[in-house]
């Protein structure tokens, strides 16, 4: 069975950085596209870094020049940097995968495989 494991969330002050992290666990979750979602409370998930093949990246304006996305093709993981955190980053944050050809890269209904989330909070 094909899992995503993230990890990195916790409690930080504005300003500050993290790194967050997505694993495959079972079956290796091989997918073109990967990608960082988060979802606030109240809030709809929010699609926000996307990588593809040849590491062509696609950011939310939300977070471009803020954040980094990169993946390790040899083991399948995903890795968001996340600098100059705002108060406004607070959210759970997931990594998505098994993407589906044609769907839009920070489309949430493009992606069929999801961790569980792991928890952002920024303190100003």
């Known amino acids: 069975q094909q899992q995503l494991v993230e990890s990195g969330g916790r409690s930080v002050q504005a300003g500050e950085s993290l790194r967050l992290s997505c694993e495959p666990s079972?079956?290796?979750?091989?997918?073109?596209?990967m990608a960082w979602f988060r979802q606030a409370p109240g809030k709809e998930r929010e699609g926000i870094a996307s990588i593809a093949p040849l590491d062509i990246r696609m950011y939310a304006d939300s977070v471009k020049d803020r954040f980094i996305i990169s993946k390790d093709n040899s083991k399948n993981t995903l890795t968001l940097r996340m600098d100059s955190l705002k108060p406004e980053d607070t959210a759970t944050y997931y990594c998505?995968?098994?993407?589906?050809?044609?769907?839009?890269?920070?489309?949430?209904?493009?992606?069929?495989?999801w961790g569980q989330g792991t928890q952002v909070t920024v303190s100003s």
């Open positions: 998505a995968a098994d993407y589906v050809p044609g769907g839009g890269w920070l489309d949430s209904t493009s992606y069929n495989l």
């Open positions: 079972g079956k290796s979750a091989s997918s073109v596209v």
